[in-house]
């Protein structure tokens, strides 16, 4: 009999309980409020480090036993909460937790819009292990799933995506990351008639768009951050949209450290396959974020600078 390694769902109401929901929505709140006081400074690296200073006193007394499984800080050089640090008192749930102190803080040290401090946490062994990638190949829509599919041709996804919504291609809005590594994925979209949202931070904030119920985005497509994938994969199963990705290495060396690692870059990840249990999100912007009441009862988005919609 083949055993199945995933956990046995657990009940969202029992796993996430008020207190431990408090303590890290007062947490992210911690270090965004921290990192607002460095907007505008220029220095993307102070406003990760007072957010990171932050977020461990925060978190030392979240009523869970906590570990870091995925940060942000490695890819970026930048100051972080590294992968097997423990939080928490100890007296509650094993969780384990994937955080970025400051999602944007290019952004946020430029003073500009769609920084936020965000975490997820989910019971042991729910998320990938994606060892030491640093970037994704995405696809993420609202639900059902209507068979698109992460290697097949853009023009096929768009005509299956606007045929199950009862749209025109030309009606899609597509995000995709304004970067090389998409030129032809931006490219594809354009050609197959659809209008290409481009983007240059911020694919967690488009993510949401792309899932929750009203949002403005019809799907998300390109590589962008890994440890962000993981946190957008919470998101995505709090709203039950559909998620696939897949380990992109942009240089010899991140590939190299995956194959060493024993990662299989072919491997085409389903949302299961990225956080396979109910995860609870905590989200709080540091600059104006276009993100709105939370659109799940696992998503919470606590008080901050909040934008209507998302511009460009």
């Known amino acids: 009999m083949h055993h199945d390694p995933r956990p046995v769902p657990s009940r969202p109401d029992t796993v996430f309980g008020m207190d431990l929901r408090a303590a890290l929505g007062a947490a992210v709140l911690a270090a965004a409020d921290a990192a607002r006081a460095r907007v505008g400074s220029g220095d993307p690296d102070a406003v990760d480090g007072v957010a990171v200073d932050a977020l461990r006193r925060a978190l030392a007394s979240a009523p869970a036993a906590l570990t870091v499984v995925a940060g942000e800080g490695e890819k970026d050089e930048a100051p972080m909460l590294h992968p097997g640090e ?72 768009l005509a299956r995506l606007a045929g199950a919504l009862g749209i025109r291609v030309e009606e899609l809005r597509v995000a995709v990351q304004a970067r090389p590594r998409n030129v032809e994925v931006a490219e594809a979209v354009a050609r197959a008639g659809a209008r290409v949202h481009a983007f240059e931070h911020g694919d967690i904030e488009r993510v949401v768009h792309a899932v929750a119920s009203g949002g403005s985005l019809d799907l998300l497509l390109g590589v962008g951050g890994a440890p962000e994938g993981l946190l957008e994969a919470a998101i995505v199963r709090a709203h039950g949209g559909v998620m696939l990705a897949a380990l992109a290495p942009q240089s010899s060396r991140e590939s190299e450290r995956l194959a060493h690692g024993g990662h299989d870059a072919t491997r085409v990840f389903d949302l299961d396959g990225l956080c396979c249990e109910s995860a609870f999100v905590a989200i709080a912007p540091v600059t104006p974020c276009a993100l709105g009441p939370a659109g799940a009862t696992l998503v919470e988005v606590g008080p901050g600078p909040l934008a209507a919609d998302l511009s460009g």
């Open 86 to 157: 423990r939080f928490g008192t100890g007296a509650g749930p094993a969780l384990d937790l994937v955080v970025d102190p400051v999602d944007g803080t290019r952004l946020a040290a430029s003073g500009r819009p769609g920084a936020m401090a965000i975490l997820a946490v989910a019971p042991s062994g729910a998320f990938a292990d994606l060892g030491s990638a640093h970037y994704l190949d995405k696809l993420v829509h609202a639900g059902p799933d209507v068979g698109l599919t992460l290697r097949g041709p853009v023009a096929e996804n």
